[in-house]
């Protein structure tokens, strides 16, 4: 087997790459000689038709599935040889397959590049400092109370926060609005599920009553035709419903898996999940930096076939998110140029991440793996079988592994990086404004311009 490489522009190789005649034609030869053995034709018995004839009716496709063959494994044996790493799969293309010659073809693929690793003093991090204050565990705990909420039947008229159900009427002109009618239509008030107006015209009435006013839909309302206008609804109110907040009593504490009624064990357990939140927000917000600083402080041609499979990639996750009935999709072509940036980035830090793996000999250390696997098991009832599972599991430890290795890579980078502690508060960490960008300076000024 001979082979060439040309540099072709960016990371495309194409290799050229020609098998000896005489071993193609022999491997040809052999497989028609099999097939001869049950090869059945008229006016010839089974595995008598002779070996010309067999040649001439299917020499061709053999010919065509022993050079597919045979491009294949020449091509793994050829990279080898020039010690070239193909970031995807070749396009290859027969120059020379006619009898009597050598098998000639060529490959072409791209490699993957190579990275110089940048200082880990030039990746920047920001990271958010708190603690859980008595304040934070009050609010915690009204937010729970809230998510359990119950609704009542309101002996009242409907104000701002009730839950409503009516029946409505809109009239423009005159005229009967279909889009603009409704029958046990229920929604809150407050939340803008309904337009401004109609939900000022809700509010002050009881169950069983009924109002007629005007309600002006907003100029970008969602529906073209009715942008702007000025509809006559007639509304009947069937439920008023408020929220009814339980009680901070036993019966609410066994939900979180506190017993006999103890305050202080349930704000314990509650102030419990509350750090075991704040710790992984800020652990996901550094890590998210480094990434991002990996990225910025590094420069290369990316392969295009792994974005495109990135792309792809991406594309899977997000119609995932449709839910739609069984053996039916949603017809959505969504462009790829929606995900390029993001396909972009993420293939550029896998790649700096595996030359830093690499170049510094990481493995994942068995101690961070079993911790991982406890993190991971401990919400579930039976923790051992859930650890089990995933030992029995080779691609989901491998996924772990991974995963651990990410969290070393981050850990490394960490020991060298420039880090800015941000005092803050624990509810500015779990929504991200701790470590949120300034704004830009040109709108600072643009602000102070205006005002």
Known sequence: MNVSIEILSGLERRLTI????????????????????????PGFRSGKVPFKEV??????????????????????????????????????????MDPGIDLEFTATFEVYPSIDLAPFDKVTVKRPMAEITDADLEDMIERLRQQHATQ???????????????DFEGLLNGERVESACGEGMAFSLG???????????????????????DATFPEDYRAEEMQ???????????????????????????????????????????TSNMQRELNNA?????????????????????????????????KEQMMSQFQMPPGQSPNIDLPD???????????????????????????????????RLQEMAAPYGEPEQVINWYRSNPEQMGNIEMAVLEDQVVDRILDGAEIQEVDTNYSD?????????????DAKEDTSAAE
Not at 233 to 241: G, I, K, P, R, Y
Not at 341 to 362: F, P
Not at 429 to 441: F, K, L, R, W, Y
């Open 18 to 41: 020609s098998i000896d005649s005489t071993k193609f034609e022999d491997e040809i030869t052999s497989r028609l000689e099999q097939a001869r053995a049950n090869v059945k034709l």
């Open 55 to 96: 040649r001439r009716r299917y020499g061709q496709a053999v010919r065509m599935e022993v050079a597919g063959e045979l491009m294949q494994s020449s091509f793994v044996e050829a990279v080898r040889q020039e010690e070239v790493n193909p970031a995807g799969s070749p396009k290859l293309d027969v120059v020379k």
């Open 152 to 166: 009542e039947a309101a002996e009242r008229p409907a104000a701002e926060g009730d839950a409503v159900k009516v």
């Open 191 to 213: 939340q803008g599920q309904m337009i401004e107006d109609f939900e000022a015209g809700v509010i002050g009435l009881g169950a069983g009553e009924k109002k007629t006013f």
């Open 228 to 270: 702007g206008k000025t509809v006559q609804f007639t509304v009947a109110v069937l439920e008023v419903n408020e929220s009814k907040l339980p009680e901070v009593d036993e019966d609410f504490m066994q939900q979180f898996g506190v017993e006999g009624g103890d305050l202080e064990a349930f704000r314990a357990e509650v």
């Open 282 to 314: 800020i652990k996901n917000q550094v890590k998210q930096q480094v990434m991002d600083g990996l990225a910025k402080v590094h420069d290369f041609s990316l392969p295009h076939d792994l974005v495109h499979r990135e792309i792809h990639s991406l």
């Open 337 to 371: 140029a929606l995900f390029q940036d993001q396909a972009e980035k993420r293939v550029k830090v896998g790649l700096i991440v595996n030359e830093i793996i690499k170049a510094q000999k990481m493995i994942a250390e068995p101690e961070n793996v079993e911790i």
């Open 429 to 441: 960490v779990i929504s991200g404004a701790a470590i949120a960008p300034e704004p830009e300076d």
